[in-house]
């Protein structure tokens, strides 16, 4: 069973900072692109960012490019994302996700993705 449990979210000062974890178990992770989306109240859950299976590649959405950066450690079998100069507009729930086929590059459409996490809170002040 693969499991993916993100940690790290919490409530933030716009501009402040925060690195959200996405710890994956019953799968090694080394040969999959990873992703993390995010859903806000009312809202459709959308792509944030995606790093393909060695990491040589990153994707964003244009609303997080220069602010989010998405990393991976194959080893420790993680996956993060660092988010700075928070906006009040990031305020969603943020979830983990493992592509469903091998070597890929982080994509931007959810339905290529096989497995998420149950996701953590983001909560920004204004």
């Known amino acids: 069973q693969v499991l993916l449990v993100e940690s790290g979210g919490e409530l933030v000062q716009a501009g402040g900072s925060l690195r959200l974890s996405c710890e994956v178990s019953g799968r090694t992770i080394s040969r999959y692109g990873m992703g993390w989306f995010r859903q806000a109240p009312g809202k459709e859950r959308g792509f944030v960012a995606g790093?393909?299976?060695?990491?040589?590649?990153?994707y964003y959405s244009d609303s997080v490019k220069g602010r989010f950066t998405i990393s991976r450690d194959n080893e420790k079998n993680t996956v993060y994302l660092q988010m700075n100069n928070l906006k009040p507009d990031d305020t969603a729930v943020y979830y983990c996700a493992i592509e469903r086929n091998m070597y890929g590059l982080g994509s931007r459409r959810s339905i290529d993705y096989g497995n998420w996490g149950r996701g953590t809170q983001v909560t920004v002040s204004s």
């Open positions: 790093i393909a299976w060695r990491g040589h590649v990153a």
